[in-house]
Structures are given as C-alpha cells and as structure tokens.
C-alpha cells in the first residue's frame, strides 16, 4: 500500500514562514523523484519543486529564493521549507512521488492548505 502524507499546512500572515512534509511509505523512496505541487480554486496544478533521487533542486520561477525543497531518505521524507510567504502562494500543496527505475510509477498525496493572509 503506497502512501504520501502531506502534513503542516496552516494559516500564516505574509512574511512567515511554514515547513511542509511529505512522509512516503510502500514506494522504494531513494529511486524517486519527489516534487511539491500547488493549486489555487480555479487553478491548475503547478509544479513548485522537485528534488530528484540525485539530490538535484529545481523551483518554479516565483518561488525562487524562497522556498527550499529537501528530503531525509533516513525517514522517508520530503520536506518544503517556505519563506516569506506571499498571500498568492495561498494553496493546496500537494506531494508527488515519480519513480525513476522501470515501471516509472507515480503518486499523489491527498494534500494539505496553505492559506497566506495580507
């Protein structure tokens, strides 16, 4: 049974901060790609950050120097560490998993709200 549970969403004024998990269970997480995800209502699904099985970063233009994407494959865990919180970074931030072996299998955490006040 595969697993990706998201936890530490809440309501933050603009400025703060926020760090996010992601805890993985039945998927060989050292093989995985892990990426965060973020949609608005009304919205598409955007990519925001993925940290490959690498260790190799990539973020989304306007997160840029202020969010930061790590994992501890100790624990299984993808972290998002969010800075300077803007109110359009208000969204469900969801977690992905995509395997990098053959069947380069992929899934979704149910996902958890960020909202950013002015």
């Known amino acids: 049974q595969v697993q990706l549970v998201e936890s530490g969403g809440g309501l933050v004024q603009a400025g703060g901060s926020l760090r996010l998990s992601c805890a993985a269970s039945?998927?060989?997480?050292?093989?995985?790609?892990m990426s965060w995800y973020r949609q608005a209502p009304g919205k598409q699904r955007d990519l925001v950050a993925t940290?490959?099985?690498?260790?190799?970063?990539n973020y989304a233009d306007a997160v840029k120097g202020r969010f930061t994407i790590s994992r501890d494959n100790t624990k299984n865990t993808v972290y998002l560490q969010m800075n300077s919180l803007k109110p359009e970074d208000t969204a469900v931030y969801y977690c992905?998993?995509?395997?990098?072996?053959?069947?380069?299998?992929?899934?979704w955490g149910q996902g958890t709200q960020v909202t950013v006040t002015p």
């Open positions: 992905k998993s995509a395997q990098t072996i053959f069947p380069r299998r992929s899934y």
């Open positions: 039945g998927i060989i997480f050292r093989l995985n790609d």
């Open positions: 940290v490959t099985s690498g260790g190799n970063t």
